[in-house]
């Protein structure tokens, strides 16, 4: 029930295009989303969350889609720039957690 | 200024040794964590302190042991060094008297295991 699945592993757009990744969940305690990005050598930094009591959050060129009945939720990078290339993960958690439940991560290229 | 650091950044050693890395934020922050991450990205926690109390201990091998000396600071000793502790290990920190208080990751350290 702690799971967070996360997919694809890897992932390859074109410059403009848009990159999808996608989370589902089990736990429905699970109330607050976020996702976090990690350039080589870096740790991971908070990009953007959601909170179940919207659908969507925009930031930019980063949206997260959320489906509370379908225990989905969605990062969307619109016109995907090289410099996105990075390794992206969805998480979860709640209030009564101590800690985040990570997705494996995806990787993303951005090709020129 | 760097808000969560851990020295060193790379560390390469012979199995069997032991060896410590360590870790401070200057963020006010209330609790500290490590997390290993493997070859395959995949980011795992391993212990968590609040306020210097161990308050995470997933199922880690006891040569692992965190030290807390105050709540700006949180180390982590190995010891006999083994061929798959190789791998990045982060440092991060969050205001756990904060709902939903992001994660502060460091730069991480890079063991590698000969």
């Known amino acids: 029930q702690q799971q967070v699945k996360q997919s694809p592993q890897s992932l390859i757009v074109q410059k403009g295009g848009i990159s999808i990744i996608n989370c589902a969940y089990e736990n429905t305690a699970f109330d607050y989303f976020p996702w976090y990005q990690q350039f080589p050598g870096k740790g991971p930094a908070l990009l953007i969350a959601?909170?179940?009591?919207?659908s969507e959050k925009k930031e930019g060129r980063f949206t997260i889609s959320f489906n509370k009945s379908a225990k989905q939720f969605s990062l969307h990078i619109m016109d995907s720039q090289p410099g996105d290339s990075a390794t992206y993960f969805c998480?979860?958690?709640?209030?009564?957690?101590?800690?985040?439940?990570f997705g494996k991560g995806t990787m993303l290229l951005v090709s020129p | 200024d760097t808000a969560v650091s851990q020295t060193p950044k790379y560390l390469v050693t012979q199995m069997g040794n032991d060896k410590s890395i360590k870790c401070e934020q200057n963020l006010g922050h209330d609790t500290m964590y490590w997390y290993k991450q493997d070859s395959k990205k995949f980011l795992k926690i391993m212990f968590s302190y609040n306020n210097k109390e161990l308050i995470i201990n997933e199922t880690v091998p006891n040569r692992f042991s965190p030290k807390s000396p105050d709540k700006a600071h949180l180390n982590l000793h190995i010891n006999s060094l083994e061929l798959g502790d190789s791998a990045v290990y982060f440092c991060a920190s969050s205001l756990r008297t904060a709902t939903y208080s992001p994660l502060h990751f460091g730069n991480g350290t890079r063991l590698t295991v000969t």
């Open positions: 959601i909170r179940p009591d919207v």
């Open positions: 998480a979860a958690t709640s209030a009564g957690y101590s800690t985040l439940t």
